[in-house]
């Protein structure tokens, strides 16, 4: 089982950068997937960024593409989201999340983050 923790998140200006990290409990860490997901109030989660357990392979929905990066520290047992170019269109709660395999559905992952808040003002 892994347990996993968010930070990192806060409020910003549009164009501003934030880099969220989410630090994971158990020695298995290396074995999972992991993917970024975000929720805005009234809307459904979607999602954001994933990695492979191997950082070999990274993927990214369309809206995020060119201005956020994924990727992990297994030594630190971490994923980090970097978000650069931030929109207000961004704002939500950001979750992490764990799997075997990576994925891109909310219900692809068996494992979650409480979550962080971003916050993006124009």
């Known amino acids: 089982q892994v347990q996993l923790v968010e930070s990192g998140g806060g409020s910003v200006q549009a164009g501003g950068s934030l880099r969220l990290s989410c630090t994971a409990s158990?020695?298995?860490?290396?074995?999972?997937?992991m993917g970024w997901f975000r929720q805005a109030p009234g809307k459904e989660r979607e999602f954001v960024a994933a990695i492979t357990w191997s950082a070999g392979g990274t993927r990214y929905a369309d809206s995020v593409k060119g201005r956020f990066t994924v990727s992990r520290d297994h030594a630190k047992n971490t994923v980090y989201l970097q978000m650069n170019s931030l929109k207000p269109e961004d704002t939500a709660a950001y979750y992490c999340a764990a799997n075997s395999r990576i994925g891109f559905s909310f219900s692809d992952y068996d494992y979650w983050g409480q979550g962080t808040q971003v916050t993006v003002s124009s």
């Open positions: 158990g020695r298995t860490f290396r074995q999972y997937a």
